[in-house]
Nanobody, 122 residues
């Protein structure tokens, strides 16, 4: 049974940092690119970062570039999104997802987690 379980969400002040983790099981983790999406109030779900199955390539949305980093731990099957210099507009539900390659198109994702809430306070 495929599972992606996010953790690490919570509340933080503007300018602060949060680290999200995604624990994967039920599929061959190192054959999949991993991505993070978010659903912010009033907007469509959007991709913020992805990493290739080898971990050698990364891609970020314009808004995430320079503030977010993505990594993966192949041995423990964990994908991590580290977010810095957080803004109120980063508030939303963050989802972990897996695809055949590094992609920020949600239509390409094969597996999804349930999401974790991130709230940035002004």
């Amino acid at each position: 049974q495929v599972q992606l379980v996010e953790s690490g969400g919570g509340s933080v002040q503007t300018g602060g940092s949060l680290k999200l983790s995604c624990a994967a099981s039920g599929f061959k983790f190192d054959d999949y690119g991993m991505a993070w999406f978010r659903q912010t109030p009033g907007k469509k779900r959007e991709g913020v970062a992805c990493i290739t199955f080898t971990g050698n390539g990364r891609y970020f949305s314009d808004d995430a570039k320079g503030r977010f980093t993505i990594s993966r731990d192949q041995a423990n099957k964990i994908s991590t999104l580290e977010m810095g210099n957080l803004k109120v507009t980063d508030t939303g539900i963050y989802y972990c997802a897996a695809a055949s390659w590094c992609d920020l198109d949600e239509a390409e994702m094969e597996f999804w987690g349930q999401g974790t809430q991130v709230t940035v306070l002004s």
